[in-house]
């Protein structure tokens, strides 16, 4: 069968969520202004790591369940 | 304009983005075996992939900046586009076209025209379709490489080149199925890209509510009532009480029933996507599936807009003022980036709009490389060649086809006039198609000669109907009146481009029912099984589970379009 199209969006996804974590920790000093004070880095790194975890966690599944390698069909 | 400074990690994530579509491409590559791979995924894409690929094929750079543009200078009526437009369009074609499009097992919709009515209808689709492919990918190419050079000082140039480079590598190395891998990547980079920017500026303006507040002087100082800007009927009684100068008729006929139903249910582009799907109940999900996302997507790429133009009023010059003295609408979403975004998710920001860009290029390029094979090469130049032969073709037709946008977007620098014109043309040529389909699918009587001629006069009449109206304060030219005669002057640009587009699809309508009943039929009805709705056996979907059935689906649809379009009255 083909690709699993969620195994690159979930690694691109998580590898963006740990690029931007990091940053964000390493400037959470840096005040934000421009984003209203909120260390948005930190944040939506967190989201997107989260969202990549979720669709690797789809992709290991039905790769482990056989068969529909390309979704949910 | 300050140009925007780009740090490290902003590069670092365009970078990673850049290696992932071309690792797609690259893992793919060992798939495309034959035409049908390289050209329609080999009809194996699961419902949601083809899906989340219909909506972002469409959902290019221009649609991304131009939707906000829109917001900004219209408001929330730009949702029309969708709630009114792109949805009820996405159901009807999911419903009632694709049992078939797919089940003709034409290889594209100039091939469908071709087995529905004649040659010379398909021969008209397919050049035109080819033409116009090209070059919207190379104006939407031109857009985004002077939007970054004007924002991050790029040069036109890399920008030009890097792009195209990129979608070419990708779409040779995996085809079809490639585009629409990338194409749901970049869909989830387009939504999470964005939405931090919306989550923002709604924190900032102090929600929805504020929003409004905010948005009552930039109605009244306009000359409209407050709630102008954020109400999306209240105001549509008559053309001189809301911004579009659109009253509900030509709104609801010109872009919801002839634009949107012509866009969505007869462009390659999009239903290209659906049927690469792999089954017909796939296929028809598809558009469904797609819109239920779609219906959001105003508050993703419109409300950018309206917050911007809000914080430009209050907060005094967010938006650069242009030579004619009105805000530059087209910068509302590089200036919003800038103004909320540090460093880091800035480059996940302009990743998105880069994403935006290819997928909307990677679309068209797919389209056609698949409309000049199959409708073009093999039917006019070399019928009758090896499978090999056209997969090779597809290659270079690819090659080729970027190779056109880029000369495009070129030439667009230079000739701007020319591109308007295009445009113009494109649009005269398109307005009609709806009647077509429409007939043609659901009246078996249609004949070649009746939609051939009705497709000429169709666009004839858009010709003629721009060239005796002028909207308000325009000279004659590019913009109408052309013809001599100025004969009905229009509130706004986009009232008369909604009557032209119901006028063309009007008389192509009855053209193609007059001229149809006064020629033979071309086709028996043996000849047009599984293409005609009387003589094509209805499909039963009772077995598949109701979220899977087309029906059931598109009526849920429908209802929560209702739904968004009563809150936001």
Same mark, same amino acid.
């Given at each position: 069968m083909k690709l699993d199209v969620r195994l690159p969006i979930g690694m691109m996804? %998580? =590898?963006? &969520?740990?690029? =931007?974590?990091?940053? $964000?920790?390493?400037? #959470?000093? %840096?005040?934000?202004? #421009?984003s209203l004070g909120i260390n948005v880095n930190l944040w939506w790194g967190l989201v997107l790591l989260a969202f990549g975890l979720v669709m690797l966690a789809f992709a290991i599944r039905a790769r482990r369940a056989g068969g529909g390698a390309t979704g949910s069909e | 304009m300050q140009h925007i400074d780009l740090g490290a990690i902003d590069y670092a994530i365009l970078i990673v983005y850049f290696a992932f579509v071309l690792g797609i491409g690259w893992v793919l590559r060992r798939f495309v075996r034959s035409s049908d791979d390289f050209f329609l995924s080999g009809r194996s894409i699961p419902a949601w992939i083809a899906g989340l690929a219909f909506i972002s094929a469409n959902l290019g750079a221009q649609e991304v900046i131009g939707m906000a543009a829109s917001g900004a200078k219209y408001g929330i009526m730009t949702s029309h586009f969708y709630w009114v437009g792109a949805i009820p369009a996405m159901v009807f074609v &999911?419903? +009632?076209?694709?049992? +078939?499009?797919?089940?003709? #097992?034409? #290889?594209?919709? !100039?091939?469908?025209?071709k087995l529905r009515f004649d040659e010379k209808t398909r021969g008209f689709n397919a050049i035109t379709f080819a033409v116009m492919t090209v070059?919207?990918? $190379?104006?939407?190419?031109?857009a985004l490489a002077k939007l970054l050079e004007l924002v991050l000082g790029w040069s036109f140039h890399t920008s030009v080149v890097l792009s195209a480079v990129i979608v070419l590598i990708y779409i040779l190395l995996g085809g079809l199925t490639s585009a629409i891998y990338n194409e749901v990547l970049q869909f989830f980079l387009i939504v999470l890209g964005f939405l931090p920017l919306v989550l923002l500026g709604l924190k900032d303006v102090g929600g929805w509510n504020g929003l409004v507040d905010k948005l009552q002087p930039v109605a009244t100082d306009a000359g409209f009532a407050p709630g102008a800007w954020t109400d999306s009927w209240q105001h549509m009684g008559s053309p001189t009480a809301n911004p579009m100068g659109v009253e509900w008729f030509g709104m609801v006929m010109g872009l919801g029933f002839v634009l949107s139903f012509g866009y969505w249910c007869t462009d390659f582009l999009v239903v290209q996507r659906a049927m690469a799907a792999n089954s017909m109940a796939a296929a028809r999900r598809t558009p469904l599936i797609a819109a239920l996302p779609k219906m959001l997507f105003p508050a993703l790429v419109i409300l950018p807009g309206m917050i911007a133009i809000a914080l430009h009023g209050t907060g005094g010059g967010l938006l650069p003022i242009g030579s004619d003295g009105t805000p530059n609408y087209n910068l509302a979403v590089p200036v919003m980036l800038a103004h909320y975004f540090p460093s880091g998710i800035l480059g996940l920001g302009l990743t998105a709009l880069m994403a935006s860009f290819m997928s909307g290029m990677a679309g068209n390029v797919t389209a056609f490389n698949t409309v000049w094979t199959y409708d073009i090469y093999q039917s006019y130049v070399r019928p009758g060649q090896s499978d090999r032969h056209y997969l090779r073709m597809g290659h270079l037709a690819t090659v080729f086809g970027i190779l056109a946008s880029v000369a495009a977007a070129y030439a667009a620098t230079r000739f701007n006039n020319i591109m308007d014109m295009l445009q113009l043309v494109f649009a005269f040529v398109n307005a009609p198609l709806f009647a077509t389909f429409l007939l043609g699918m659901f009246w078996r009587r249609a004949t070649g000669h009746g939609a051939f001629s009705g497709l000429l006069l169709g666009t004839a009449a858009a010709a003629i109907h721009h060239g005796l109206a002028? !909207?308000? $304060? %325009?000279? !004659? &030219? =590019?913009? &109408? $009146? +052309?013809?001599? %005669?100025?004969?009905h002057t229009y509130p706004s640009e986009m009232a008369q481009n909604f009557w032209t587009a119901i006028y063309a699809w009007t008389t192509c309508f009855v053209a193609t029912i007059v001229i149809s009943l006064l020629t033979r039929r071309n086709k028996s009805d043996d000849d047009l099984r599984g293409l005609v709705y009387a003589l094509t !056996?209805?499909?039963k979907d009772r077995e598949l589970p109701w979220y899977k059935q087309p029906a059931t689906l598109g009526v849920v649809v429908l209802g929560l379009t209702v739904v968004l379009n009563v809150i936001f009255w």
């Open positions: 996804f %998580a =590898l963006f &969520g740990v690029m =931007l974590v990091l940053y $964000g920790l390493a400037t #959470r000093d %840096a005040g934000y202004q #421009r | &999911g419903i +009632f076209m694709m049992p +078939f499009y797919y089940g003709s #097992r034409a #290889r594209s919709v !100039p091939e469908y025209l070059f919207s990918s $190379g104006i939407s190419m031109y002028l !909207p308000q $304060g %325009a000279v !004659p &030219g =590019l913009k &109408g $009146g +052309f013809l001599g %005669a100025v004969l !056996p209805r499909l």
